[in-house]
Antibody, heavy 119, light 113 residues
Framework: EVQLVESGGGLVQPGGSLRLSCAASGFTFSSYWMSWVRQAPGKGLEWVANIKQDGSEKYYVDSVKGRFTISRDNAKNSLYLQMNSLRAEDTAVYYC????????????WGQGTLVTVSS | DIVMTQTPLSLSVTPGQPASISCKSSQSLLHSDGKTYLYWYLQKPGQPPQLLIYEVSNRFSGVPDRFSGSGSGTDFTLKISRVEAEDVGVYYCMQSIQLPLFTFGPGTKVDIK
């Protein structure tokens, strides 16, 4: 059974940093692109970043470029999101999601971890 | 960037009655490979999104056949033939023609009368 379990969320002050983790199991992690998708409280879904199987390609939504870094450790079956210079508008539930084989959709999602940016 | 819009933004449906949600994209989602990269997700309360429909009209594994998708180019529709209580939640369309970027619609909240 595919499982994605996020962790690392919490309360952080504006300008602060946080590192999210996603532990994957039930599939060959190193064979899939992975993404982070976020959802602000009461709002819709926003794709944040994704990473190729070997980590050689990474892409970001414009609003987080230069502040967030996506990475992975295939030996540990783990996905990460390093978030720096956090802003109030980054407050959201962050979901880890697996990309489908054809890359065009997300077929499995974690339960999400809440990040709150507030003083 | 492609912008996705949905109508209505909320919908209240009597159980057993049909429901329909429209999704429009600012650019055609028909790729040169012949596929149209439009997807529908349902996010039930307190849960992550789950895929319902891929490539406009194909039901994902385990999705009941009361759900159907249609459309082409820039105009798409999700239909529920007979709404059940378990169908409540927010429905999102999503485009992925411009990989590696993805864009979701604003969502349509469906509840039961």
């Amino acid at each position: 059974e595919v499982q994605l379990v996020e962790s690392g969320g919490g309360l952080v002050q504006p300008g602060g940093s946080l590192r999210l983790s996603c532990a994957a199991s039930g599939f060959t992690f190193s064979s899939y692109w992975m993404s982070w998708v976020r959802q602000a409280p009461g709002k819709g879904l926003e794709w944040v970043a994704n990473i190729k199987q070997d980590g050689s390609e990474k892409y970001y939504v414009d609003s987080v470029k230069g502040r967030f870094t996506i990475s992975r450790d295939n030996a540990k079956n783990s996905l990460y999101l390093q978030m720096n210079s956090l802003r109030a508008e980054d407050t959201a539930v962050y979901y880890c999601a697996r990309s489908s084989v054809d890359l065009h959709y997300f077929d499995y999602w974690g339960q999400g971890t809440l990040v709150t940016v507030s003083s | 960037d492609i912008v996705m819009t949905q109508t209505p933004l909320s919908l209240s449906v009597t159980p057993g009655q049909p429901a329909s949600i429209s999704c429009k994209s600012s650019q055609s989602l028909l790729h040169s490979d012949g596929k149209t990269y439009l997807y529908w997700y349902l996010q039930k309360p307190g849960q992550p999104p789950q895929l319902l429909i891929y490539e406009v009209s194909n039901r994902f594994s385990g999705v009941p056949d009361r759900f159907s998708g249609s459309g082409s180019g820039t105009d798409f529709t999700l239909k529920i033939s007979r709404v059940e209580a378990e169908d409540v939640g927010v429905y999102y369309c999503m485009q992925s023609i411009q990989l590696p970027l993805f864009t979701f619609g604003p969502g349509t909240k469906v509840d039961i009368k």
